[in-house]
Antibody, heavy 119, light 113 residues
Framework: QVQLQESGPGLVKPSGTLSLTCSVSGGSVDSYYWSWIREPAGEGLEWIGRIYSSGSTNYNPSLESRVTMSVDTSKNQVSLNLTSATTADTAVYYC?????????????WGQGALVTVSS | DFVMTQTPLSLSVTPGQPASISCKSGQSLLHSDGKTYLYWYLQKPGQPPQLLIYEVSKRFSGVPDRFSGSGSGTDFTLKISRVEAEDVGVYYCMQSTHLPPITFGQGTRLEIK
């Protein structure tokens, strides 16, 4: 059974960098797309972007200037960095496994990590 | 942008009764490869979303057959033939025809009467 676990600081200062890691167990990061999705409290889901195991990326244009994703196949992990954080970035952040280059969808999700941006 | 609009935003349903959720996109979700990449997820309380329906009408592994999806172009519907208590949560439609970005509807909250 594939399992995803998000980890990282739960508190980030405004203007700081939000950094999260998704550790994959029970399967490999190879040959899959790995997305980050966030959910602000009381709001809906927002796709941040995705990275393929080769390192190629697609980002949400609304966040592209602040987002960087990376993959470490040796550690079976993917990572998210979001710079210049503001209170609007406070949310639960999920990593999810994607299956397809075109028409991607998510079959496995992590439990989510709450990140609060506050001084 | 590829806005997804769900209606209603909330539903209160008696167990055993049907339920229906609409999802409309700003542009056709028919991909150049001939497929339509419209998906439905259910987020149960305290859990991440789980996939129910893929490519408009195909049930994901383990999803009960009381869930069905239909539609084409810009108009899509998720139907639950007989609502059960375990169906409570927030339902989201999602498009990935026009990625990036992948976009979700606002969500429809289903509660049991």
């Amino acid at each position: 059974q594939v399992q995803l676990q998000e980890s990282g600081p739960g508190l980030v200062k405004p203007s700081g960098t939000l950094s999260l890691t998704c550790s994959v167990s029970g399967g490999s990061v190879d040959s899959y797309y790995w997305s980050w999705i966030r959910e602000p409290a009381g709001e809906g889901l927002e796709w941040i972007g995705r990275i393929y195991s080769s390192g190629s990326t697609n980002y949400n244009p609304s966040l592209e200037s602040r987002v960087t994703m990376s993959v470490d196949t040796s550690k079976n992990q993917v990572s998210l960095n979001l710079t210049s954080a503001t209170t609007a970035d406070t949310a639960v952040y999920y990593c999810a496994r994607g299956r397809k280059r075109s028409g991607d969808y998510f079959d496995y999700w992590g439990q989510g990590a709450l990140v609060t941006v506050s001084s | 942008d590829f806005v997804m609009t769900q209606t209603p935003l909330s539903l209160s349903v008696t167990p055993g009764q049907p339920a229906s959720i609409s999802c409309k996109s700003g542009q056709s979700l028919l991909h150049s490869d001939g497929k339509t990449y419209l998906y439905w997820y259910l987020q149960k309380p305290g859990q991440p979303p789980q996939l129910l329906i893929y490519e408009v009408s195909k049930r994901f592994s383990g999803v009960p057959d009381r869930f069905s999806g239909s539609g084409s172009g810009t108009d899509f519907t998720l139907k639950i033939s007989r609502v059960e208590a375990e169906d409570v949560g927030v339902y989201y439609c999602m498009q990935s025809t026009h990625l990036p970005p992948i976009t979700f509807g606002q969500g429809t909250r289903l509660e049991i009467k």
